[in-house]
Nanobody, 115 residues
Framework: QVQLVESGGGWVQPGGSLRLSCAAS????????MGWYRQAAGKQRELVAR???????HYADSVKGRFTISRDKAKNTVYLQMNSLKPEDTAVYYC?????????WGQGTQVTVSS
């Protein structure tokens, strides 16, 4: 069992930045992959970024070059640095932990990008 708690969401103007944090209840290096997903109103949840236990990263095309996923082993925390935010990035962002065959989710944090 892994508990995931997100923080760092909020409102920001277009072009601004936010950093999301996901604190895990145990070491993240025993988890196959950690990721960030988002779900906009009326849309399906989509993968934003993922980092594997080996450190490999993957990004959705829509966020490449703007978002960066990283992790802090000592703090059991995964981050999502979001720069050059656009209104279409508005969504609830969820932290995910994949420990096969289990999937763990945080409660989500709202990100709103508007002027």
């Amino acid at each position: 069992q892994v508990q995931l708690v997100e923080s760092g969401g909020g409102w920001v103007q277009p072009g601004g930045s936010l950093r999301l944090s996901c604190a895990a209840s145990r070491t993240i290096f025993s988890i196959n992959a950690m990721g960030w997903y988002r779900q906009a109103a009326g849309k399906q949840r989509e993968l934003v970024a993922r980092i594997t236990s080996g450190g490999s990263t993957h990004y959705a095309d829509s966020v490449k070059g703007r978002f960066t996923i990283s992790r802090d082993k000592a703090k059991n925390t995964v981050y999502l640095q979001m720069n050059s935010l656009k209104p279409e990035d508005t969504a609830v962002y969820y932290c995910n932990g994949l420990q096969l065959p289990y999937d763990y989710w945080g409660q989500g944090t709202q990100v709103t990008v508007s002027s």
